[in-house]
């Protein structure tokens, strides 16, 4: 059943699957950064320091780490489905929670439950699509997705120009648009369970109905005969704890790797999120003028995001992450050494695409590393632990910050670029997965990744 799958030449299922997950993933990815423009306004309010303001930061990360790995587990023993529901259900509850903080801690306690969520959600995500995909489409279907994603966060910067400068409750409007998420829940019986998911529960009947409907649509779309079967692994039952088998040779390697991967990007990338207003206006910048110049990312991350669905299965994928991270990497030190307005504008357009760019395959190269029956907890003990990179990042370079003195701006964007310096050294030794069934990438090339 599985090499019926892989056969397929286009996506099998109704776009009306990736318009539920898309629009799911928009919520989350909104929700990740509208923390960075809501928190300055948040900050005067309560009169925070610098290390204040970057705890709810700190904190939502934490949420998404402890969130990705309950959900995860739940999502490779009770499924996809189930998993991406509860994740949705969870941040929109922290998300209409955070609209009414009235302290520092009420904050912190209802953006780490929003990062529970969140975590999940994204955790759970990127197995379902990699998993529902035919093989030679994971990357291109992956990014489709997360065109969703990117678009969410090029929202952010305009709605909060729109919110946060001209109310006095526009900051908690970034965070109520959040809650929006809960629509996609009327529409989720349209989804289908991943068909391989189903097999490592032995569920055959549930899994071939739903390829047989794939090869039917596909039949009908290409008004002619299918490709040839192509000899295939077979996909194993899933037994026990996740975690635990994960844990243990011969997948142990491929944690570590990809979470001492993800940690250190992350220690960057949620710096530039999180603190960049506040650096900017650190700098002398005004409000407006800071979410001004994340105005660029607005374009940047759907662009990028457009140009990886054309890339993701050209080459092998972790080359093509590679690429994308050295434009990231002088998009900072552009910043930290050239910071004038219109230089800033320019790197900024630079970051947000190459994000837009290299994410979702970083997503999908994840997914891919693991088996099916753990796959999304595969992608919480990686992605997910490695957010504790991002919630010590803006601690770190606030820190870093106050060190500089009069550099300190400087200072902070340097340190930002040599994270994804350090990222870019790591990813050769990630697997190779491109165009490869999934069951081949996790029977046949156990140990490469190390």
Known sequence: MLARLDRLPVWPYAKTVLWIVGVGYLIAFFDITNVAFGLPVFSKLMHLTASQASIPITASLLGYIVGAWINSNLADVIGRKQAILSATLLFTIGCIATTFSFSLWWMIIWRFITGMGIGAEIAAISAYIGELAPASLRGRYTAMANIFSMVGQGLVPIIALILVPNFNWGWRGMFLLGALGVITLFFFAKIPESPRWLLTKDRYEDAKNIIDDAESYVSKKLKGSLPPLVTTADEVQGKGFPTAELLRSPYIGRVILLLVMWFVWYL???????????????????????????????????????????????????????????????????????????????????????????????????????????????????????????????????????????????????????????????????????????????????????
């Open 268 to 450: 960057g990338c949620y710096t530039w999120l999180g603190m960049a207003p506040t650096f900017f206006v650190d700098k002398g910048y005004t409000l407006t003028g800071s979410i001004g110049f994340m105005l660029a990312a607005s374009i940047g991350y759907p662009v990028g995001s457009i140009l990886s669905t054309w890339l993701g299965d050209r080459f092998e994928r972790k080359y093509t992450i590679l690429v994308g991270m050295v434009v990231w990497t002088v998009g900072f030190l552009a910043i930290a050494f050239f910071s004038s307005p219109s230089l800033i504008y320019t790197a900024v357009f630079v970051l947000s695409g190459s994000l837009g760019f290299f994410l979702p395959l970083m997503y999908a190269l994840t997914s891919e590393s693991f088996p099916t029956r753990a796959r999304a907890t595969g992608v919480s003990l990686t992605d997910g632990i490695g957010h504790l990179g991002g919630a010590v990042g803006p601690i770190l370079a606030t820190s870093i910050y106050a060190w500089g003195g009069a550099h300190g701006f400087t200072s902070a964007f340097v340190y930002m670029g040599i994270t994804g310096f350090i990222t870019i050294v790591i990813l050769p030794f990630t697997i190779s997965a491109t165009r490869k069934p999934l069951e081949v990438v996790t029977s046949e090339e156990i140990g490469t990744s190390v």
